[in-house]
């Protein structure tokens, strides 16, 4: 079913802002339980998306995603975790930079487990269960893509600062330097197809296995 622009915008967004409202606060939960506060006191372990909303990343870029496809992805302001104040700061980082993109994935399954609970409990109220199902499916899709986006070892993507704090400090600083280019590396890659290439099967693969795993079509 062909769906209208305002029936894509109820059915992506609270799956979009749930995904990557809880991917922020898990760093910032993670990183709290391991000595740094700084998100905590900033007012950012909060599932309060407001708190977390980038103009840009949160707003725009989904709305145009959108306006032209029936994809939809976006972004937080990052929340603020200062090494510096972790007990032991690279193997506490992989730990915080990790547990952003695992939320998504436990998310994932979230929304999978509401789709099958709508198809099975209000299967006689379609008027309920399909918009449901349609946002359990975007919920899957969306934390899906946000996962393996951001275990791409690219920083300040999650899989960068991972990778970083698992490298040999001088090598590490060495790859740290190419931060302030990842967005245009990002684009280069989405342009040439490469990112698309690296990314489908994966996305496929854990889409296609989380649907089995709940039993939906």
């Not at 007990?87 to 979230?110: C, Q």
């Not at 008027?127 to 996962?147: D, F, Q, T």
């Amino acid at each position: 079913m062909e769906l209208t622009l305002i029936q894509k915008i109820a059915i992506w967004v609270l799956p979009l802002l749930f995904a990557i409202t809880v991917h922020e606060v898990a760093h910032g939960w993670i990183a709290d339980k391991f000595g740094d506060h700084t998100a905590r006191l900033s007012g950012r372990l909060t599932l309060n998306p407001i708190k977390h909303i980038d103009m840009v990343g949160t707003i725009i870029v989904p709305l145009i995603l959108l306006a032209i496809s029936n994809f939809v992805f976006g972004w937080a302001k990052p929340v603020p975790v200062d090494a510096r104040n972790l007990r032991h700061p690279r193997r506490d980082m992989i730990f915080v930079a990790a547990a952003g993109p695992l939320s998504n994935l436990l998310m994932a399954l979230f929304w999978a487990g509401l789709a099958k609970l709508c198809a099975v409990f209000l299967s006689n109220q379609a008027w309920l269960s399909v918009p449901l199902i349609y946002m359990g499916e975007a919920g899957i899709m969306i934390n899906v893509v946000l996962c393996i986006l951001n275990f791409l070892p690219i920083p300040p993507l999650d899989g960068g600062r991972i990778l970083v704090n698992l490298l040999p400090p001088r090598v590490a600083w060495q790859f740290s330097r190419i931060e302030p280019f990842s967005f245009i590396i990002l684009i280069l890659l989405l342009m040439s197809g490469i990112l698309s290439y690296v990314m489908a099967p994966m996305i496929f693969f854990l889409v296609r296995g989380i649907m089995g795993l709940f039993g939906l079509g």
